[in-house]
């Protein structure tokens, strides 16, 4: 058994979620779980270093340690919570921030770049520091993403029964858990990085609570049409995205005029909702169960809209099984943490296109 602080920032930008967590190759259980939210500066800093601008990479690096010291605190609070001292724990798995993500794109290698620094993390918590997961997936001629199909399948899998799990964070992905054991995973489009550029823009919030605006609207099935003609909704997998396609820019180019904003908050949510749904039913139709997680399962027009398009299928956050939905990535990079030191691969080959398993992260000792 150990003791693994995960440390998680999504693409939406909301803020630090940290659990401490006890692992063992067969069980998690979390011990605490504390959330921060982005202060309003790194918050607008770290969306605007998403786009080449102006000295990017002296603003970059003050970013990463405005970032980590947001991480620090967050962790310290987790192990106040559980009464737990810093020497107990193993290490920390600590995801960064991404703002940049092209695997393959380029030169034919590409790069994935989540600002961190694990050194100051390591620093200021004096426990081991795991993190950029990502990179060695991508120079292995994966997507980098997503990583947490192989915890997924750990935490969520269920012998003879055809399992989906769906994290609607800034973007959307999905694990397919087959009733055979096969896993696989992959991309689906945006989720609440768009929702919540929108609602900021028109109503001044930081997201649509409940989606209660975008239950207000109607969707417009023209303007839907024509976002899910978005060649990225088309491919195979194994694929990812997030801001670098998914972005205002996109969004504003192909926006009709004369719509009521909250017709273009139902008609963003109905996107999200489409896009999973078809993608489920493309790849895996024999699935029964859902299990959703992420901030958007506590959208409960979300909810409702996958429950109505899926009528075969058992929709629930993963608080139905005994994770609640906004711990799970970070206890998967905990999950990640844990697999680095134990020296197991934590990508899966046949969810990002790696050419084959690898160990992930790179660590700052304490």
């Known amino acids: 058994m150990a003791l693994v602080l995960g440390l998680m920032s999504g693409t939406s930008l909301d803020g630090v ?38 000295d990017e990479l002296h603003r970059a690096a003050l970013a990463a340690n405005a970032l980590v010291r947001l991480y620090a605190e967050t962790a310290q609070a987790a192990l106040r919570l559980a009464g737990v001292p810093a020497a107990a724990v193993e290490s920390i798995g600590a995801h960064g921030q991404t703002v940049r993500h092209q695997p393959q794109a380029v030169d034919g290698s590409g ?11 390591a620093e200021l ?34 012998a003879g029964t055809d399992i989906a799990v769906l994290n609607l964070g800034g973007m959307a992905n999905l694990t397919l858990l087959a009733a055979d054991g096969a896993v696989s995973g992959f991309d689906c489009g945006p989720a609440n990085a ?18 209660a605006w975008a239950a207000s609207g109607r969707v417009d099935a023209a303007l839907l049409a024509r976002w899910l003609a978005e060649p990225f909704f088309a ?34 949510a109905e996107l999200t909702v489409r896009a999973a ?12 169960v859902l299990r959703v997680c992420g901030g958007g399962a506590f959208n409960a027009h979300l909810m409702r809209r996958l429950a109505v398009l899926l009528p075969q299928v058992d929709v629930t956050s993963t608080a139905a099984v005994g ?11 905990a999950w990640l943490a844990w697999a680095y030191k134990q020296r197991r691969a934590g990508n899966l080959m046949q969810v990002t296109g790696a050419r084959g398993a690898r160990l992930l992260g790179a660590l700052y000792p304490a």
């Not at 749904?277 to 029964?288: K, V, Y």
């Not at 994770?323 to 990079?333: H, N, S």
């Open 17 to 54: 979620d940290g659990v401490l967590a006890e692992l063992t190759d067969t069980r998690t259980r979390v011990l605490s779980h504390v959330q921060r939210t982005m202060p309003a500066a790194l918050r607008a800093e770290l969306l605007a270093l998403n786009t080449s601008g102006h």
């Open 111 to 121: 790069y994935t770049l989540q600002l961190m620094n694990g050194a100051l993390l």
């Open 125 to 158: 918590t004096g426990i081991d520091v795991v993190c950029d997961f990502r990179s060695r997936d991508v120079a292995a001629g994966g997507q980098g993403a997503p990583l947490v199909p192989a915890f997924h399948a750990q935490r969520f899998g269920e």
């Open 194 to 211: 768009l929702m919540d550029l929108w609602c900021q823009r028109h109503r001044q919030q930081a997201y649509d609570a409940h989606g």
């Open 235 to 268: 491919l195979p997998p194994p694929k990812s995205t997030g801001r670098d396609l998914f972005h205002a820019g996109w969004l504003d180019s192909r926006l009709p005029d004369g719509l009521r904003p909250e017709d273009v908050m139902a008609t963003l």
């Open 277 to 288: 749904c078809d993608a489920l039913r493309a790849q895996a139709p024999a699935t029964r």
């Open 323 to 333: 994770v609640p939905p906004d711990q799970v990535e970070a206890l998967a990079f």
